[in-house]
């Protein structure tokens, strides 16, 4: 199974309407809840392709029982072996995507605190397709509940095939934690992928993450360089293994041991790109823990993202749009650095 942590979990709140104007009252047309939070949104994408996939992080408060029922509400019950041990375990298992594509678990191995688990809410203009998002501050984590987290994440590795670090830090957790997951993923010998910014992304990164995906900003924050493929070469001499930078609507630059490739997707797709940064990180992890080469780890990320933004909410992507564009999105070797 694939691992996903995502300490800053959230309950993404989508609003639809006619077109979004400041200082008004509005009329919404539609409204989605989903369980969200960067790595969340990563394991639904990655149960869709047919991979099973653990979800840990923190959860708690009303919001948070909001987010594991809708969680559960995903796919029917199932169970997975050896995790049973761990409180609030919960797995769950689809029919599949209609495509003949089984679909994979989702299991819940969320840890409950004392906080309450943050909201983030969407503003969808229908007149341009256009996003404004409002992400709230997450819950203080104590160190008990830390210290329990990192019991259920030590434990979880065992199972682990792979394992994404994703998003920011809620306060209270120590601004090196992915250095230390990272550092505990490689004792077990599962290799990690890491997508945050920031300081976390700083002394992370020098923990040697076997993948790292920031985008544009994140990476020139880091390296202080703004062009894209002198940024990546950076961060990998930083720590990183191997780099795999989002340039939006340009596809994804990856900077890696065995060469650097840009890959592009055919066509520009008109829609909401919230969640096309974590469709990147489910492609990529599918790639890595099937083993195909890099050139076809971009194609799938590439293809996934732009399916995401054609899909309501994140965490979810247009599957007859990714079983079209991924044939199609074109790979380009880029020169060995001097």
């Not at 609003?15 to 047309?29: C, G, K, S, W």
């Not at 340009?250 to 900077?255: E, F, N, S, T, W």
Request: charged share 20%.
């Amino acid at each position: 199974m694939i691992l996903t942590v995502t300490l800053n979990t959230a309950l993404d709140i989508t609003y639809r309407v006619p077109q979004l104007r400041p200082r008004t009252t509005h009329r919404v047309t539609e409204v989605t809840e989903r369980p969200g939070g960067k790595g969340v949104n990563v394991a639904r994408v990655l149960a869709a392709l047919g991979h099973d996939t653990v979800v840990t992080g923190f959860v708690g408060g009303v919001t948070g029982t909001v987010l594991r029922e809708l969680l559960s509400g995903l796919t029917g019950l199932t169970g997975l072996t050896g995790l049973t041990g761990h409180a609030g375990l919960t797995g769950h298992a689809g029919p599949g995507d209609g495509r003949g594509t089984p679909r994979g678990a989702i299991t819940d191995a969320l840890v409950p605190i004392a906080g309450t688990t943050r909201r983030t809410i969407g503003l969808v203009d229908g007149a341009t397709g256009d996003t404004t998002q409002l992400n709230e501050p997450g819950p203080v984590v104590t160190t008990p509940e830390w210290s329990a987290f990192l019991d259920t994440y030590t434990g979880l590795l065992s199972e682990a095939s792979a394992v994404a670090l994703c998003g920011s830090l809620p306060p209270g957790v120590p601004v090196g934690t992915y250095a230390q997951l990272i550092r505990e993923a490689h004792a077990a010998g599962v290799p990690t992928l890491l997508d945050t910014s920031g300081e976390p992304l700083r002394r992370g990164i020098a923990a040697r993450p076997h993948v790292v995906k920031p985008n544009a900003d994140e990476l020139a924050g880091l390296t202080g360089s703004t062009d894209p493929l002198r940024a990546a070469r950076d961060a990998r001499r930083r720590g990183a293994r191997a780099v795999a930078a989002s340039l939006g609507p340009d596809g994804i630059l990856a900077v890696t041991s065995q060469g650097s490739w840009h890959a592009t997707p055919p066509r520009r797709l008109a829609g909401n790109p919230t969640g096309a940064g974590d469709a990147a990180v489910a492609g990529l992890l599918s790639g890595l823990v099937d083993e195909v080469p890099w050139p076809d780890r971009l194609a799938r990320a590439v293809a996934l993202s732009a399916a995401a933004v054609r899909a309501p909410a994140a965490g979810e992507f247009d599957r007859s749009a990714y079983d079209e564009l991924l044939g199609r999105v074109e790979v380009t070797e880029r020169p060995v650095a001097a």
